[in-house]
């Protein structure tokens, strides 16, 4: 006889073998792809899919630390499933060619579907391939080798302001803070072209409001199993965040109000001009179909992708340079020699090509953007096998920037390996800290020029010094950008002239 209890818990199992036998159906494709990788074998759980082993081997269920140890105990390349969405995760920088550089390969993974929720779904980053072509052509206008020209003196002078701010620490201890509030106003500045003094009280709240809403995004991309709706209305960090991104939306409104209002004043300045600041050609983009709330979506994209991403390469990049006092002497040496006291700028920063390999290697080592994700959309065939259409690629560019094959004395801090004449023994894809192909970072040359000027210029004024000794110390985590889950220690020494 059945009572109601044993009915309902027939009924659950049931439905779960239903549920999996067409879930077995729909991806048998995908599956017989996955059945020569490693981690075939473990089992998809419902909602967690295989992420569950992060409970298992007692880790965190962030992708760098997960993916570490499984790249260490299992190999590559390897099967993920982050819920029922199917990961191929290669190390392989072949097959990493053929896979980012193909046309059906271009738009995002369903990974970044919590991310999409702060950054909206209507932002370059994030846009499907037929409207994003046509975004991304017109806001390439924005970073032109002539743009970027223009802006060399304003980050040089901004790094002027950086390097007086550290002195006047006196070697008390330096904080990501630092950097970021620098990065920031440059790519105000920049980037947006927005008149920094016009608008400080709102940018300096704006960018307070920025950072608190990314370390919330790292908080919830590691509990990717609430829901975003759930967390946003009912959890406190979540109805916390809601406020923040609110209040950030009221400044930003503010600001595009104002430049419309100049913009409408002049409507052949965008058409006529050549030199347009990345914000005028957002505002002027197909004004019928973006709305306010799309422009907003991509100020709040570019400044993301723009600042969070360059501030850990100084903060890190100057860590890293502080446990290693002889290359911070080669640095010197070179920026003393090509340039002495001095401006940086487009006339001289060709010739500092140590200082290039150098961040060029701490990227290597600690990429902001440790990985990213993609759906395929056609059966790929990427050298001997078809990865089928409807799986995702997860790029773990924090491990391929370590594989042994690719990198000799892959853990050694080498800037060497990024000088000129060695820039052929270096393998095509194994090396991505701004992506590879048609989708890659639109603004690696912006950050570029801003970073390799700070460099030069924090090298010349200060030594650096820390009581960490190698990057293993750090105990990395990662949302959309990587960072430490504890302080870091630097400081900032005033070099005195000799
Ligand atoms: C060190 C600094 C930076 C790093 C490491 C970095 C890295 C990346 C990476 C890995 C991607 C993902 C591409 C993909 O999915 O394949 C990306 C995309 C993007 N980045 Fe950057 N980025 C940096 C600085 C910047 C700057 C300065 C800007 C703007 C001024 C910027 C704007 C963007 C945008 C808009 C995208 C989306 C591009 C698209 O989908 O077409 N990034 N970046």
Redesign the pocket.
Known sequence: MFNAQSLLVSSFWLSLLLFYLRFFYVHRKTFKFAWNNKGFFLPVLPVVGTTWTALVIGKKPDLITLGSWLYKHVGAPINTWIGHEYHYVTLNADELKII?SHPKCLN?SRLYNDLQNFYGKN?????AQEE?KA??KH?LK??KPIILKGFMGTFYGYSCELAEELKGLNGALVSYEHMHKFVFTT?CAT?MGLDIKKFADELIEFGNLREKIEQAIGAKVVSPFIPYSIWINFFPSGRRTAEYMERSKVIIEKIIRERKIELEKNQEYVANNNEVP?LDLILSYNQEIMTDEQTYQEMV??AS???E??S??LYFGFIILAMHPDIQEILYNEVIREIGDQEISAKNIARLKYTEATICEV?RLV???PF???IIGDDIDIGGKVIPKGANIL?N?YLLHRVAEYWENPEKFDPARFLPENLDKIKPFSY??????P??????Q???T??KITFANMIRNFKMLTKHKSVDEFDLSSSI?IYSTHPLDLHFATRTKS
């Open positions: 980012l995002k932002s370059l980053a994030f846009l994003w975004r991304r806001f924005g970073f790519f980037a990345l994209l570019f992708a723009a600042i991403t360059s850990y390469v990227m990429p902001s953007v990213i994700a993609r790029v560019i991505m800290p701004f992506s590879q192909g989708r890659d970072c639109i603004g690696k912006h950050a570029m801003l970073l950008t």
